[in-house]
């Protein structure tokens, strides 16, 4: 059984506001039948340094990636992931993770791959819950073997591959990395490692709108209005029409496809996981340097 | 992990040196220690570096700019080198700065800061460069996060040799 949707006041005016919880929520259900905590984050150990009581930790690249191939696990190593992390088909799944949800809202898009039923984030993920003081342990949780059916991944709904995306050339395509990787100055994040794309700039006509114009300071997304100055008003983006985000490997990506996706209800959202580290590799197809969307080559 | 020749040192070069020299007796022992435990245990013991990672002296924390950056790690992490006289003989002293919100990176700083504590030039700067891949942490930490620790000690191979007047 799922648990009730939280009725905070604030989450209301999104469009999906029973995808995402508050910190004061979540306190308040810890430990209830039927809610499983996951964090996910960048570091892999900051879960061990301290996590909310009872949470479990599932890491993007360990438990989510395919150990060979790039692509997610199968329908049979999630089943078996979702078991070690006592989570049924049934289960109310909470995720949380620093750097305001990146991680957290990646490994919740894989849950959607797989049609887990209830999903949703804490707003403001591990850093809000730390700065009100909130408990943490480091304690860790086994929870019992659970039976989680083996399900068929369908990416159709949510995932776009490269091939998609030179289809969709001249449809709103949104990079939500940093402005210089998006000129093509920089092929990483400031500070961050270069992760191996031999070419700098975006695709054709996206749109730049980097990721953090969805967040606040304090890790929560911003209230909807401010979210549609940025994506209807400034950006010009139709709801009713189809939207893929990317960025680098696809996890900046993925929080700004919840919040097109569930707080503004935008129709179709897909995220293109390939992203730069794909389309910068890839030989032949259009790239764009500079500040302007450019050109959509003819096809 | 099979990573390229030359992945693994950030600055290539004469830190490339030694690659089959024994490890320094501390590190051997660090790397026995991973080896004699699995799973989460292996993680726990990566906590406890992280954990016990000695702070900033003074006249380093409020100079933040004589720090070197590592861009190779996710997570912002700078070290700086001492180096008490010239040539291979010269004892050096090893620094680290890590953030909390960082534990893997600071793990890794805490493993070299022990493995290599009391050494000198020439002892660190025959560490092989591979050594970061026998600890048993790709398992538990993902290889492409263990490129931050090569390149911490690529990096601080580089500063010594400069240091200690050998490039």
């Given at each position: 059984?799922?648990?009730?949707?939280?009725?905070?006041?604030?989450?209301?005016?999104?469009?999906?506001?029973?995808?995402?919880?508050?910190?004061?929520?979540?306190?308040?259900?810890?430990?209830?039948?039927?809610?499983?905590?996951?964090?996910?984050?960048?570091?892999?150990?900051?879960?061990?340094?301290?996590?909310?009581?009872?949470?479990?930790?599932?890491?993007?690249?360990?438990?989510?990636?395919?150990?060979?191939?790039?692509?997610?696990?199968?329908?049979?190593?999630?089943?078996?992931?979702?078991?070690?992390?006592?989570?049924?088909?049934?289960?109310?799944?909470?995720?949380?993770?620093?750097?305001?949800?990146?991680?957290?809202?990646?490994?919740?898009?894989?849950?959607?791959?797989?049609?887990?039923?209830?999903?949703?984030?804490?707003?403001?993920?591990?850093?809000?819950?730390?700065?009100?003081?909130?408990?943490?342990?480091?304690?860790?949780?086994?929870?019992?073997?659970?039976?989680?059916?083996?399900?068929?991944?369908?990416?159709?709904?949510?995932?776009?591959?490269?091939?998609?995306?030179?289809?969709?050339?001249?449809?709103?395509?949104?990079?939500?990395?940093?402005?210089?990787?998006?000129?093509?100055?920089?092929?990483?994040?400031?500070?961050?490692?270069?992760?191996g794309a031999v070419r700098g700039g975006h695709?054709?006509?996206?749109?730049?709108?980097?990721?953090?114009?969805?967040?606040?300071?304090?890790?929560?997304?911003?209230?909807?209005?401010?979210?549609?100055?940025?994506?209807?008003?400034?950006?010009?983006?139709?709801?009713?029409?189809?939207?893929?985000?990317?960025?680098?490997?696809?996890?900046?990506?993925?929080?700004?496809?919840?919040?097109?996706?569930?707080?503004?209800?935008?129709?179709?959202?897909?995220?293109?996981?390939?992203?730069?580290?794909?389309?910068?590799?890839?030989?032949?197809?259009?790239?764009?340097?500079?500040?302007?969307?450019?050109?959509?080559?003819?096809? | 992990?099979?990573?390229?020749?030359?992945?693994?040192?950030?600055?290539?070069?004469?830190?490339?040196?030694?690659?089959?020299?024994?490890?320094?007796?501390?590190?051997?022992?660090?790397?026995?220690?991973?080896?004699?435990?699995?799973?989460?245990?292996?993680?726990?013991?990566?906590?406890?570096?992280?954990?016990?990672?000695?702070?900033?002296?003074?006249?380093?924390?409020?100079?933040?700019?004589?720090?070197?950056?590592?861009?190779?790690?996710?997570?912002?992490?700078?070290?700086?080198?001492?180096?008490?006289?010239?040539?291979?003989?010269?004892?050096?002293?090893?620094?680290?700065?890590?953030?909390?919100?960082?534990?893997?990176?600071?793990?890794?700083?805490?493993?070299?800061?022990?493995?290599?504590?009391?050494?000198?030039?020439?002892?660190?700067?025959?560490?092989?460069a591979d050594v970061t891949e026998n600890l048993?942490?790709?398992?538990?930490?993902?290889?492409?996060?263990?490129?931050?620790?090569?390149?911490?000690?690529?990096?601080?191979?580089?500063?010594?040799?400069?240091?200690?007047?050998?490039?």
């Open positions: 059984m799922a648990l009730p949707a939280d009725p905070a006041p604030e989450l209301q005016e999104y469009a999906h506001p029973e995808k995402l919880v508050t910190t004061a929520w979540l306190a308040d259900h810890l430990g209830e039948d039927g809610l499983v905590v996951v964090e996910s984050d960048e570091d892999v150990l900051l879960y061990d340094t301290g996590h909310i009581p009872g949470a479990v930790k599932i890491d993007w690249h360990l438990d989510l990636n395919d150990p060979v191939t790039r692509d997610y696990v199968d329908g049979e190593g999630f089943a078996a992931l979702m078991s070690r992390a006592g989570i049924t088909s049934d289960t109310t799944v909470v995720v949380y993770g620093d750097k305001s949800n990146w991680w957290a809202a990646y490994a919740l898009w894989v849950f959607e791959l797989f049609g887990h039923a209830d999903v949703r984030l804490l707003d403001g993920g591990r850093v809000l819950w730390q700065s009100e003081g909130r408990e943490l342990t480091r304690e860790v949780p086994q929870p019992a073997a659970t039976e989680y059916p083996v399900l068929e991944r369908h990416d159709e709904a949510s995932r776009a591959f490269r091939d998609d995306v030179l289809a969709f050339l001249g449809g709103q395509l949104v990079d939500v990395r940093s402005p210089q990787e998006y000129t093509g100055e920089r092929l990483h994040m400031p500070d961050f490692p270069q992760e695709i054709p006509g996206a749109s730049s709108v980097p990721w953090a114009k969805a967040a606040r300071e304090d890790g929560r997304f911003r209230p909807r209005a401010e979210l549609e100055s940025v994506y209807l008003q400034e950006q010009g983006l139709d709801p009713a029409a189809p939207v893929i985000a990317y960025c680098r490997i696809g996890e900046r990506s993925s929080h700004s496809w919840f919040a097109l996706k569930y707080l503004l209800g935008f129709a179709d959202v897909k995220n293109y996981d390939g992203s730069w580290t794909e389309w910068g590799n890839s030989v032949r197809v259009p790239i764009v340097t500079g500040s302007e969307p450019g050109e959509v080559p003819a096809r | 992990m099979t990573a390229p020749s030359g992945d693994a040192t950030a600055s290539g070069g004469p830190a490339d040196q030694g690659t089959n020299a024994p490890l320094p007796e501390a590190f051997a022992e660090i790397v026995d220690d991973f080896h004699a435990v699995s799973g989460n245990d292996r993680v726990q013991m990566l906590l406890e570096f992280a954990d016990d990672l000695p702070e900033l002296p003074e006249r380093y924390r409020d100079h933040p700019e004589l720090l070197e950056p590592v861009p190779e790690c996710q997570s912002p992490i700078f070290v700086i080198t001492e180096v008490d006289g010239q040539g291979e003989e010269a004892p050096a002293r090893l620094f680290f700065s890590a953030p909390p919100e960082a534990p893997t990176t600071r793990g890794f700083a805490g493993i070299l800061a022990a493995g290599l504590e009391g050494l000198t030039v020439g002892e660190i700067r025959a560490v092989p048993g942490l790709a398992e538990v930490v993902s290889p492409l996060r263990l490129r931050g620790m090569a390149g911490m000690l690529g990096r601080i191979k580089r500063q010594l040799g400069e240091k200690a007047g050998l490039q």
